[in-house]
C-alpha cells in the first residue's frame, strides 16, 4: 500500500478525445502515448455499463455523465474502492462547480475551476481531499480570500500590487 494512489484523472468526450487530463505517474511519459492510452482505454469502456476495468496493468473506474467520460487509474494492485472514491469526490466537485451541468461545453468554459478542483483533490498521485463541498469551495475562492499564509509567493505579490495600486489612485 502507497500513498500514490492515482495514476491519472481523465475526462474524455464521446468521441474518446481528451477534455482535461492529469497524469501523475511517469508510466506515459509523451503526450502521444497517452493519447494512445486514452482512446484505448476508451474503446473499451464507450459501450460498456460496468465501472471498473482492469486492463494493462491498470485499475480504471469511470462514470459517464452527458457527453463526457470521468476516469481514475491506479496501479493493477490499487484498492478500487479507493479510486471509486477520488472520482466520486471529483464528479462531485464538478457538478457543484458547474451548478449540475456537466458535459463538455460547460467544462471547457470552466476548465480553470475543474484543474484547480482536481489540484484541490490529487497532488502528485496522492489523494489530499474526499470531500466534494470543501474541494469546489477552495476551487471557487478568490485570492484575496485566501489566508496569506496559504497563498503562493505570486498571488502574495499580485495581492500586494493591487492593493498598492488601490491605494496610490485614491
Known amino acids: 500500500m502507497s500513498l500514490y494512489t492515482v495514476k491519472s484523472v481523465l ?3 464521446s468521441e474518446g478525445k481528451r477534455v482535461c487530463a492529469k497524469y ?3 508510466d506515459l511519459p509523451t503526450y502521444k502515448e497517452q493519447t494512445a492510452f486514452e482512446k484505448n482505454l476508451w474503446t473499451k469502456t464507450n ?9 494493462e496493468n491498470v485499475v480504471a473506474v469511470y462514470r459517464t455523465s452527458g457527453d463526457v467520460i470521468f476516469y481514475t487509474t491506479g496501479s493493477y494492485d490499487e484498492n ?11 464528479y462531485d466537485a464538478v457538478s457543484k462547480l458547474l451548478r449540475g451541468q456537466v458535459d463538455k461545453l460547460a467544462m471547457l468554459d470552466n476548465l ?7 489540484d484541490e483533490l490529487i ?20 485570492f484575496e480570500d485566501v489566508p496569506l499564509s496559504e497563498q503562493t509567493i505570486s498571488q502574495a ?4 500590487k493591487e492593493q498598492l495600486a488601490r491605494s496610490l489612485l485614491k
Do not use: C, H
Open 123 to 142: 497532488d502528485d498521485g496522492i489523494v489530499l481531499e474526499s470531500d466534494p463541498s470543501l474541494i469546489a469551495q477552495r476551487a471557487t475562492m478568490k
Open 112 to 118: 480553470d475551476s475543474v484543474l484547480l478542483a482536481l
Open 11 to 13: 475526462v474524455l468526450d
Open 157 to 160: 505579490m499580485g495581492n500586494i
Open 47 to 55: 459501450r460498456s455499463n460496468a465501472e471498473i476495468l482492469l486492463w
Open 24 to 26: 501523475y505517474s511517469k
Open 80 to 90: 478500487e474502492l479507493v479510486l471509486l472514491s477520488v472520482l466520486n469526490a471529483f
